[in-house]
């Protein structure tokens, strides 16, 4: 999916082939917003896997471009042989049944706490030595297009690193920004929320159509496997 691909059709919907109404650079700046807000409602919609290692201690922080954490997968060394699983725990647990900050460092991790609120923070346990490395999956964040204006042709036939299935929420978030910029019309305020609803309503639809084919467990009744 290019960036023309919605931006076009942003421009073609708000009736502004000629960029009269909105300046070029202002779509590219709408575009890096409706791409933020994307993969903040969404973080699965730009995930980065990647080998990162540890600072010294038990707190730790995503890479520069992560905006939060999905999971973190296992131990791996940098020349890529993977190590054990790592289990993710509740960091209350870890404070009530160990003395998990206390304890001698290492090289591999055990487990793993995670904070929504802390959203770049996470914990390891045992303590990382410095050498310790683990595989992880974290939303991360995308070139700024509109950085770029200069050469706007080019930044036109640039790829954005998202899946094509959300095209029709990035116009829709476009539109309601750019029908946002004239506050003293009330038509506009209103079009400008129907589109935002429109997002909102698509991503969780997808979600939810994503949960129904992804693999799982068969139903279980008293932890019994349901047949048929």
Do not use: C
């Not at 707190?59 to 992560?66: A, K």
């Not at 460092?105 to 609120?117: C, H, N, Q, T, V």
């Not at 640039?158 to 094509?164: A, H, L, N, Q, R």
Request: proline content about 7%.
């Amino acid at each position: 999916m290019l960036v023309k691909d919605i931006v076009e059709r942003a421009v073609a919907l708000y009736n502004d082939e000629g960029y009269a109404r909105v300046t070029r650079t202002q779509y590219l700046q709408f575009l890096d917003d409706a791409i933020n807000q994307l993969i903040l409602s969404r973080p699965d919609a730009h995930v980065v896997t990647a080998t990162v290692v540890l600072v010294p201690g038990t707190r730790q922080t995503l890479p520069e471009d992560g905006l939060t954490l999905i999971d973190i997968t296992a131990n791996k060394t940098v020349a890529g042989v993977i190590g054990g699983p790592i289990f993710q725990v509740e960091r209350q647990n870890l404070d009530y049944f160990s003395s998990w900050q206390t304890v001698t460092p290492g090289s591999l991790i055990e487990e793993f706490a995670y904070d929504i609120r802390h959203p770049r923070t996470f914990w390891v346990s045992p303590p990382s030595d410095g050498t310790a490395s683990v595989e992880m999956d974290y939303s991360a964040k995308v070139p700024e297009y509109a950085k770029m204006a200069d050469d706007f042709a080019v930044v036109m036939e640039m790829e954005i690193p998202v899946s094509p299935v959300f095209k029709g929420p990035l116009v829709y978030y476009m539109l309601y920004l750019l029908y946002s910029t004239d506050s003293s019309s009330a038509n506009d305020r209103n079009v400008a929320a129907q589109y935002e609803r429109s997002f909102y309503t698509s991503i969780g639809a997808e979600y939810q159509a994503t949960l129904t084919v992804i693999p799982h467990n068969a139903p279980t009744q008293s932890g019994v496997p349901v047949n048929g």
